[in-house]
């Protein structure tokens, strides 16, 4: 999550505050503790395992990294939602994920880890020889603090943890999580994606004497836990990190292998076009091109060809989620379904891909692209039996159509469009009228249809000005704003927008984020990740079932039928996808053999090579 705009951003009210006790909880049942969790599937590396397959043992340690970033920062505190966070405090896990399996965590803070078959708990082990950069071991203590301060003070870790009642010391090295419900498959792992941080340090004071507050931001480096900390920043231009020599868990097999570089450092630019000329003169070494155009006619320069520069597509197994113009139903003139679609009709993504993104793109025809849990053809009978019953409060078009976006091949299809984004406007109560000698779209009232897209990219201006285009030929009046990103944040912490490219990334198991993207109650929480403002209980309920899916069968029938419940709803007007990983990188670095199937693993599992950089210099 490092330095997603968004980084980690409640449903209902908030759960009930996590105790702090002493327990011994009566053996209902053999606790077998393992080393790692799976949500259905068998796990992939044994107890004894010695390392993960995709990375180098063996791999140098030493040189640097360098990202370009677009933005600025004023905090290193990425535990609260204020301010623009760079996120990154260094603070590990109880468990942490491998990049070739989908759903299976391993023990990282924590050695093992239990849970009952009812899923109404589950019982962490810490490992003795885990400590914060101090010194000082991470204990119990720090586990229940951590989890009960996240989710008091921030929207994500509040709905993520909705249901984690009690948090209690069950033994000297030993925490339990209290679930308030049971068979919730995804409780006990996303309990071991807990951030473990040093209570000594978050309430004691700092070196001025003030009080430090988990809930504000602060150019502090907070005190870490893991490989790296910052050494580093100058405000707003760059951070660097380095690595930690001593690192309590460098011997680890989830972390042998990983964490090769001496130093990682992250450089600012308020421009992408400035970023990318950066890029080009090798003031830093790796990009993820997000511009289709950059893509196609960028990459020519002499690094490049010369082979100094490397361009490479990297294709990743991995769900893509939605990305889209959101809609803010927190405002009445989006209240209306039919004024949404018309916003699809009026859409031109074909244009828009033949012209701007030199045909690179797929139209996104869903939540969940690119995988199986994509929703195609009509409901199969285990989606029907999740949907049958919310039959009154879904869209008729759910149970008898396949969704298919509103396309356009040529000129006429264009114009056919069009004039159904007017019928289902002037359905909608938005008609055609005169205003100082133009043509306006207008409610019964006699107010204009105007809306604002806001952007924080210059980037998506190009794509959203012959947007702009077709809507004015409807008589709608649209404003193109582009603010920075420190605003943009504020703006979409707040709902304070009217249209935003909302982007709503999957995993392959989806499940308790879900609530945050569109539960009902998560609609009014700032900060939260329902940026739509979507109050739907039919939605609210499928989100249940796929939560509470006891296989992957059943998981994949509720994200199909919750696929269907959004995108038949309106809700956003998909942009696209592709199935891969645009990236560019001076040559400098070794890297294994395989991909993992899940990531590039840049930098994690990637080193410095010498010879390489030798070239790259000469």
């Known amino acids: 999550m490092t330095f997603s705009r968004r980084s980690l951003l409640k449903l209902a009210a908030l759960a009930p505050a996590a105790k702090i006790a002493h327990v011994s909880f009566a053996a209902a049942e053999e606790m077998t503790f393992k080393h790692a969790l799976t949500l259905f599937d068998d796990v992939k590396y044994p107890p004894d395992f010695k390392h993960f397959i995709y990375v180098n043992p063996a791999a140098p340690k030493g040189g640097k990294v360098r990202f370009g970033v677009v933005g600025s920062f004023d905090s290193l505190n990425p535990y609260t939602f204020k301010g623009e966070s760079i996120g990154v405090a260094g603070n590990e896990t109880l468990l942490t994920s491998s990049l070739d399996e989908p759903s299976t965590e391993y023990g990282l803070i924590a050695k093992d880890v239990w849970h009952p078959e009812d899923r109404s708990r589950v019982v962490f082990r810490l490992r003795p020889e885990a400590k914060f950069h101090d010194g000082k071991t991470i204990t119990p203590e720090d586990v229940i603090w951590s989890m009960t301060t996240l989710r008091d003070n921030h929207p994500f870790y509040n709905s993520y943890y909705k249901n984690i009642t009690t948090a209690e010391q069950s033994g000297e090295a030993e925490v339990t999580f209290v679930f308030s419900q049971t068979g919730n498959r995804e409780l006990p792992l996303i309990s071991g994606q807990l951030p473990v941080l040093p209570k000594h340090w978050w309430t004691a004071r700092n070196a001025s004497g003030k009080q430090r507050d988990i809930k504000e931001t602060t150019l502090e480096v907070p005190l870490g836990s893991g490989a790296y900390t910052v050494a580093n920043i100058k405000p707003g231009q760059s951070v660097l990190l380095k690595r930690i020599a001593d690192y309590w868990g460098k011997d680890l097999p989830v972390n042998l292998g990983q964490n090769n570089f001496d130093e ?41 060809k010369d082979k100094r520069c490397i361009i490479e597509e990297i294709p990743l197994k991995q769900v893509e989620g939605m990305q889209s113009w959101a809609f803010n139903l927190r405002r009445e003139k989006f209240a209306d379904p039919r004024v949404r679609q018309a916003f699809n009709y009026a859409f031109d993504f074909e244009w828009a891909n033949t012209n701007l993104f030199y045909g690179q793109y797929q139209r996104s025809r869903s939540y969940f692209n690119n995988s199986t849990m994509e929703a195609k053809g009509l409901p199969s009978p285990g989606e029907l039996a999740i949907l049958e019953p919310l039959k009154a409060q879904l869209p008729p078009e ?8 509103p396309a356009n091949a040529n000129a006429t299809e264009r114009r056919k469009n069009l004039r159904e984004a ?23 009232k006699g107010e204009q249809f105007t809306v604002e897209f806001l952007l924080d990219s210059p980037l998506f201006e190009r794509i959203a000005l012959p947007y702009q285009q077709q809507l004015e030929l409807l008589g709608i009046g649209v404003r193109i704003r582009t603010i920075d990103s420190a605003q943009y944040e504020r703006h979409t912490q707040t709902f304070d927008y009217d249209i935003i490219v909302g982007s709503f990334g999957q995993s392959l198991s989806p499940g308790n984020e879900q609530r945050d993207f569109w539960g009902s109650a998560a609609a009014d929480k700032q900060g939260s990740r329902n940026l739509v403002g979507i109050k739907n209980p039919a939605i609210d309920a499928i989100v249940e079932k796929l939560i509470f899916a006891t296989d992957r069968e059943q998981l994949t029938f509720a994200s199909r039928a919750l ?15 592709i199935p891969y990983e645009r990236t560019a990188r001076w040559d400098r670095f070794g890297r294994p053999g395989k991909i993992p199937d899940y990531s590039t693993g840049f930098p994690g599992i990637w080193w410095w090579d010498d010879e390489r950089a030798k070239k790259v210099k000469a």
């Open 264 to 304: 990682i450092e992250y450089i600012f630019f308020r421009d992408a076009n400035v970023a990318f000329e950066a890029f080009k003169s090798d003031q830093y070494d790796w990009r993820t091109e997000t511009s289709a155009k950059m893509w196609a006619t960028g990459y020519d320069f002499p690094a490049i």
């Open 398 to 405: 759910v149970f008898t159509a396949e969704y298919a976006n």
């Open 422 to 444: 007017a019928r289902l406007l002037k359905e909608a109560g938005w008609t055609i009228g005169r205003s100082g000698g133009n043509s306006v779209l207008a409610n019964a």
């Open 563 to 577: 696929d269907r419940a959004l995108i038949w709803n309106h809700y956003v007007v998909p942009m696209w996808f």
